[in-house]
């Protein structure tokens, strides 16, 4: 027994030590999240008691914040498949487009047409300055995958429609607490 150990011992000295490769060269694809960072959803709001109006303008805030969750949810899941390659360009670029131009697009008007208390009428209009952030990111995403740059367009735009994302949620915050 003492002498395995023994010739081990030496047999492991005896080697030569490994040299180890040089890594081989990757492409990197940075994935940016569109989830706050706490790791929340992404808008939440709470009301106190409100009238008969304000309860309806409330109600179709909240819808609002749902469907931005839903867009942001096909943002997220688009950019991921591009970047995966799972998705063609020609794909990738349709379902962008008609996530603008129609989702978004009609979002948008939704927001814009719809009537707060008179007392929320400053509260709405940010709240429409923020849809239209989120629709202006938006366009950008499309332009960034049009681009024939590396994706930096692309990653920026998709920074900026987070931070619209959370323009709109904030907006809408302010808008519950009148």
Known sequence: MIGM??????????L????????EETTTTTVIPLTPL?????????????????QAYADQVTLFTTDLQGFNTAMVSLNEGWDARELEYAAARDTLRDEINVNIAAWNQRVAAAVPPVS????????????????????????????????QQRAAALIAFADAIAAFNTAADNAAAG
Request: aromatic share 4%; hydrophobic share 45%.
């Open 5 to 14: 150990v023994a010739f081990t011992y030496l047999f492991v000295q005896g």
């Open 16 to 23: 030569e030590p490994t040299v180890q490769a040089a890594p």
């Open 38 to 54: 706490d790791g929340g959803p992404i808008g939440t709001t709470t009301l106190p008691p409100l009238d008969a109006e304000g």
């Open 120 to 151: 929320l009428a400053t509260q709405h209009q940010a709240l429409v300055d923020a849809a239209g952030l989120v629709n202006g990111a938006a366009v950008e995403v499309l332009a960034g995958l049009e681009s024939s740059d590396d994706g």
